[in-house]
Structure formats: structure tokens, C-alpha cells
């Protein structure tokens, strides 16, 4: 596991990814942001060719992702050695007043009427290394609407929101270590990056392992998504095997009957085949 992330709260506060922290994006433009993509990845694959190892996490100031060049940290994480140890847990999440239920998986029944847009199910395995099931481990989402809206005052995109749906869930694995949820496909956003900038469909992970501080955050992908090339956050990772590990698979099995679309999708905390985390290595 990893170093300590921002909670729930400040995460959906900043799902918009740059939206309040854009670098002077409305002098940018997709081309400008384009051509410094292929830049870095041309570089990283000459590297590569040259028998430079595989680098499976992104540097934390990718250029064509303007806002990492202001927020990234400039000193080492400092490990918590001693003191008090509820320091730790005051910058953790705050997980909901009661117990996890039955139900809060279903992202679809949290209110009186159902949600708008197309349903489907999430579901994969939490895997160790050595590709063994994580049993028991905490596991969130969070997402924007059908309309690629959060439900969050600092979100003020100009699209509809769903009086039907919050877009958060949650779920422990089981003795396989698998998960399920059942959601709506949320849709694409703009974002302030660069004039014109869109993020692709995607659904916000976390993680947590024994402790707040073992907490790991990704994002996961739909498959054949036409922005996938123009967005400068999946493109910081530049190793395409990589990538591809963030791309969910659509598989019929897990589709439900006149019901939802299926989508599979494991999580692996370590080794070669470690899932991307937002917070490096």
C-alpha cells in the first residue's frame, strides 16, 4: 500500500480534475497539448528501446497536465514515526454514520426514483502481487452523472443534475477478493486544462488496506473511448501496457438481463502487473 490520500470529501471536491488549479489554460490549445504528449511519449519509448526499465507511474509534473506542475509535491513524503497516531486519521476519509449495508454497492437505489442513463455493473478482484485474492478490504467509487456532472458545489459544468443519484458507493471484498457495483455509466466533462479539454468516461477508485494511511486511488476506463488520446491524464502514463491495465473489459457474463451492461476489472496492488495509483510509487 501506499502514502496517505486526500479523503472522500476532498476527492469529489477535485474530480473535476484542474478545474479550480488550471495554469493558464484558456492560452492553450487540444493541438498544443497534443504535441506535447507525443513529445514525452516518444521520448519515454526511445528510452525504452534503448533497454531503460518500464515506467509503470507517471512523474507527478507532467507538463501537458498544467495543474500537476503547481500541485505536485517538491520535498519527500515524510513517513509518520512516532508521536500521536490519530494525526494520521484526522486527514482521513469519513466513511458514512453507519455500518456498510447491503445496499451500498447499488448506486441505483440510494434515492426515491431511479437514475437517468445507461445502468451497468462493475465488477473485478482485489489481487496481491502474486495474483492471490485481498480479502476484506474497503473499497470506494465515486463518479460524475449520465450527464458528466458531480454532485458537489464545486462542480458548476453547465449539465443537468440528477436528483436521483450522488454518485458514491461503497463495498468489501469477499473471500475471493471480488467486488461488484452497480451504477450508471457516467459521461464525459470538460475541464479547464486547455480550451476544449475533455476528460474521458471514467470511475474514481480508492483502496484501503489495515489503516487510513494505506490508502491507494485510481481511475478506471471504458473501452475504445475516442478521448482517449487527447487526455493528458491517462497519457502520463506512458507505458501502454499500463494504460491498457486501466481500461475496463466488457464482459457478457456480468451484463444482467434487460437490466445493465457488464464491465470487468481487477485491481492489483503490486509487482509488474500493478494497477496505476494516483499517487506514484
Request: no cysteine.
Amino acid at each position: 500500500m501506499d502514502k496517505v490520500a486526500p479523503g472522500p470529501a476532498e476527492a469529489v471536491a477535485g474530480a473535476r480534475e484542474g478545474t479550480a488549479f488550471a495554469a493558464g489554460g484558456s492560452g492553450l490549445f487540444q493541438a498544443d497539448i497534443d504535441t506535447e504528449i507525443e513529445d514525452l511519449q516518444n521520448a519515454y519509448d526511445r528510452a525504452l528501446a534503448a533497454g531503460a526499465p518500464a515506467r509503470h507511474h507517471p512523474p507527478r509534473d507532467y507538463a501537458p497536465y498544467r495543474s500537476s506542475l503547481l500541485r505536485h509535491p517538491h520535498q519527500p513524503l515524510v513517513a509518520v514515526d512516532g508521536g500521536d497516531p490519530e494525526t494520521v486519521e484526522l486527514s482521513g476519509p469519513v466513511f458514512g454514520p453507519t455500518d456498510i449495508t447491503a445496499t451500498d454497492n447499488d448506486l441505483t437505489v440510494q434515492h426515491q426514483g431511479e437514475p437517468l442513463g445507461e445502468r451497468i455493473t462493475v465488477s473485478g478482484r482485489l489481487l496481491d502481487r502474486g495474483g492471490r485474492p485481498v480479502r476484506g478490504q474497503l473499497i470506494e467509487l465515486w463518479q460524475a452523472n449520465a450527464s458528466g456532472r458531480y454532485a458537489h458545489l464545486r462542480d458548476q459544468h453547465p449539465a443537468p443534475l440528477d436528483p436521483n443519484f450522488t454518485g458514491v458507493g461503497r463495498t468489501l471484498t469477499d473471500d475471493a477478493g471480488r467486488y461488484t457495483f452497480t451504477t450508471v455509466k457516467p459521461g464525459a466533462y470538460p475541464w479547464r486544462n486547455h480550451t476544449n479539454a475533455w476528460r474521458p468516461a471514467h470511475l474514481h477508485f480508492s483502496v484501503f488496506g489495515s489503516a487510513f494511511a494505506q490508502r491507494l486511488v485510481t481511475q478506471m476506463y471504458f473501452p475504445d473511448d475516442p478521448l482517449f488520446r487527447y487526455d493528458p491524464i491517462l497519457r502520463s502514463v506512458t507505458d501502454a501496457a499500463a494504460r491498457e491495465r486501466l481500461v475496463a473489459t466488457y464482459d457478457h457474463d456480468l451484463s444482467r438481463p434487460e437490466f445493465s451492461l457488464g464491465y470487468a476489472w481487477d485491481i492489483v496492488l503490486d509487482g509488474p502487473s500493478a494497477t496505476w495509483i494516483e499517487e506514484g510509487r
